[in-house]
């Protein structure tokens, strides 16, 4: 009987992510707050699990990222940008 696939793992506020801003750091939860920090850039996010996504706090427009148990994807609707479209964030590595 073959192994059934597993399922992806949800977006929990005790858990480590890949920071998709630097792409080389580790965002973790901060102590007493909704919000997450990445331990090599420095970045800040807003975390809502319920939505299984973060926004970057310190941003004039909204960035949001949606967890899909692997990785990050950009949601970008609210910049008017389309699923696909390039946007330059700094490489903090």
Known sequence: MPDLPQPNPPFTEQ???PCPVCGCGQI???SLMEAM???ACDRLFIISVPQQSIALAESRRT????WNGQTWQAFYRTMG???GD???VEDGC
């Open 15 to 17: 858990g480590h992510y």
């Open 28 to 30: 973790s939860a901060l």
């Open 37 to 39: 920090s990445c331990n």
């Open 63 to 66: 960035l949001t990222w949606h």
């Open 81 to 83: 940008l389309h699923s």
């Open 86 to 88: 390039v946007v330059a």
